[in-house]
């Protein structure tokens, strides 16, 4: 169970059976610090949409070129942090369309008469 179930259930048990904290993450089994815990990380909604009018610009740049672009911008930000919010706001590589094949019927392969001498067979239109 990650510490923010831990997190959860300790508050379940604390509302619904009136319990304190301490007999709460004793039932549980976990330590008081980690369901006390409050996580503090910063705002980054500036850089998710500048990261997502980058992404939609420049369609063929992955997270560690739209990595580099944003430090030439100037903001403050690590290779991990914008792999993160590039997976959570999937966005993805456009791929590139395939190879263009040909239209349309092609003429009917050659049938074999009958063996040369050499061992290879001699076909009815001869080019």
Same mark, same amino acid.
């Given at each position: %169970?990650?510490?923010?179930?831990?997190?959860?259930?300790? +508050?379940?048990?604390?509302?619904?059976?009136? %319990?304190?904290?301490? #007999?709460?993450? *004793? !039932? /549980?089994? !976990? @330590? *008081?610090?980690? !369901?006390?815990?409050?996580?503090?990380? $910063?705002? @980054?909604?500036? /850089?998710? @949409?500048? /990261? =997502?009018?980058?992404?939609?610009?420049?369609?063929?740049? +992955?997270?560690?070129?739209?990595?580099?672009?944003? #430090?030439?911008? +100037?903001?403050? !930000?690590?290779? =991990? #942090?914008?792999?993160?919010?590039?997976?959570d706001e999937q966005l993805t590589v456009r791929r590139r369309g395939g190879r263009k094949r040909? %239209?349309?019927?092609?003429? $009917?392969? @050659?049938? $074999?008469?009958? $063996?040369?001498?050499? +061992?290879?067979?001699?076909?009815?239109?001869?080019?």
């Amino acid at each position: %169970m990650t510490p923010a179930g831990y997190r959860e259930a300790a +508050g379940h048990l604390q509302a619904a059976y009136e %319990m304190s904290e301490r #007999r709460a993450c *004793r !039932v /549980l089994g !976990v @330590d *008081r610090t980690s !369901v006390r815990y409050q996580a503090t990380r $910063p705002d @980054d909604g500036a /850089l998710r @949409d500048r /990261l =997502k009018a980058l992404a939609q610009e420049r369609r063929r740049f +992955g997270y560690r070129r739209l990595h580099v672009l944003l #430090r030439r911008e +100037g903001h403050a !930000v690590n290779r =991990k #942090r914008v792999q993160r919010i590039y997976r959570d706001e999937q966005l993805t590589v456009r791929r590139r369309g395939g190879r263009k094949r040909a %239209m349309g019927t092609r003429r $009917p392969l @050659d049938l $074999p008469l009958a $063996p040369t001498s050499a +061992g290879r067979w001699t076909s009815s239109q001869t080019s």
